[in-house]
T-cell receptor, first 110, second 113 residues
Framework: QKEVEQNSGPLSVPEGAIASLNCTYS??????FFWYRQYSGKSPELIMF????GDKEDGRFTAQLNKASQYVSLLIRDSQPSDSATYLC??????????FGQGTRLTINP | NAGVTQTPKFQVLKTGQSMTLQCAQD?????MYWYRQDPGMGLRLIYY???????DKGEVPNGYNVSRLNKREFSLRLESAAPSQTSVYFC????????????FGPGTRLTVT
């Protein structure tokens, strides 16, 4: 079992709809969770982080964490074509390391 | 404020050649990281440096060495390049060890023939 798992997609969503990206992790002791966005040919950029169970909202983005189910998700409301990218879920493992999922490729269709 | 810079942006090597990838950050961060990214594999940690003067192996360290030259600079060396090391290499930095908010450089696209 991979430490951090994501559906690689591609996930296709119509413009204006809600895009839902999911991630599961294997280390029950993980405390911190991150979502990075990566445009094709570019480097990852941090868009959300969440440490506590529940929801965290930032503009059109909402991160959701359920530690009991070892599940973290990212919702993008009012999806725009500029949201088309690969979204990487990352989890801190132990004291030092950030472990990434393989990423979900999201396409927003105008 | 440049953030994290990497050189070179592109490099082609022949099998057995050596090279050093350079990384520098101007955010006064303590921790720095080297990752490689291959299609369908996500980002995998090669080495990291939690603070100046320390380095540790990540998930895929074989075939690589690192040097934390000072607080700003963290280099990655390939002593004898192999085709399996063809990848995109990213350097990142963060204020504290343990990942937290990592900021990435633009990447180096390396091809080994």
């Amino acid at each position: 079992q991979k430490e951090v798992e994501q559906n690689s997609g591609p996930l296709s969503v119509p413009e204006g709809a809600i895009a839902s990206l999911n991630c599961t992790y294997s280390d029950r002791g993980s405390q911190s969770f991150f979502w990075y966005r990566q445009y094709s040919g570019k480097s990852p950029e941090l868009i959300m982080f969440i440490y506590s169970n529940g929801d965290k909202e930032d503009g059109r983005f909402t991160a959701q964490l359920n530690k009991a189910s070892q599940y973290v998700s990212l919702l993008i409301r009012d999806s725009q074509p500029s949201d088309s990218a690969t979204y990487l879920c990352a989890v801190i493992q132990g004291a030092q390391k950030l472990v990434f999922g393989q990423g979900t490729r999201l396409t927003i269709n105008p | 404020n440049a953030g994290v810079t990497q050189t070179p942006k592109f490099q082609v090597l022949k099998t057995g050649q050596s090279m050093t990838l350079q990384c520098a950050q101007d955010m006064n961060h303590n921790s720095m990281y080297w990752y490689r990214q291959d299609p369908g594999m996500g980002l995998r940690l090669i080495y990291y440096s939690a603070s100046e003067g320390t380095t540790d192996k990540g998930e895929v360290p074989n075939g690589y060495n690192v040097s934390r030259l000072n607080k700003r600079e963290f280099s990655l060396r390939l002593e004898s390049a192999a085709p399996s090391q063809t990848s995109v290499y990213f350097c990142a930095s963060s204020e504290a060890s343990g990942g937290y908010e990592q900021y990435f450089g633009p990447g180096t696209r390396l091809t080994v023939t």
